[in-house]
């Protein structure tokens, strides 16, 4: 019986290391993604309309109005 038991603890061991390191790695996959796409400096289009963001382009919003000079 108490090797039998044994088992069972090295076996639930084994899973939770196991799950630590696929937590660990999507974690430091994403942390790495997030982080490469921030640091890359933006694209733009060649009428200056539009800039790409790592997976689309998007339109550069119209700057405000001035206001009214009295």
């Given at each position: 019986m108490i090797g039998l038991h044994f088992a069972y603890l090295v076996i639930l061991l084994l899973f939770v290391v196991a799950a630590a390191v696929v937590v660990a790695v999507v974690l430091l996959t994403v942390n790495h993604s997030s982080r490469s796409l921030a640091s890359r400096p933006s694209v733009l289009s060649p009428?200056?309309?539009?800039?790409?963001?790592g997976r689309e382009w998007k339109p550069i919003p119209e700057p405000p109005p001035s206001p009214p000079s009295t």
């Amino acid at each position: 019986m108490i090797g039998l038991h044994f088992a069972y603890l090295v076996i639930l061991l084994l899973f939770v290391v196991a799950a630590a390191v696929v937590v660990a790695v999507v974690l430091l996959t994403v942390n790495h993604s997030s982080r490469s796409l921030a640091s890359r400096p933006s694209v733009l289009s060649p009428d200056g309309r539009w800039w790409w963001d790592g997976r689309e382009w998007k339109p550069i919003p119209e700057p405000p109005p001035s206001p009214p000079s009295t």
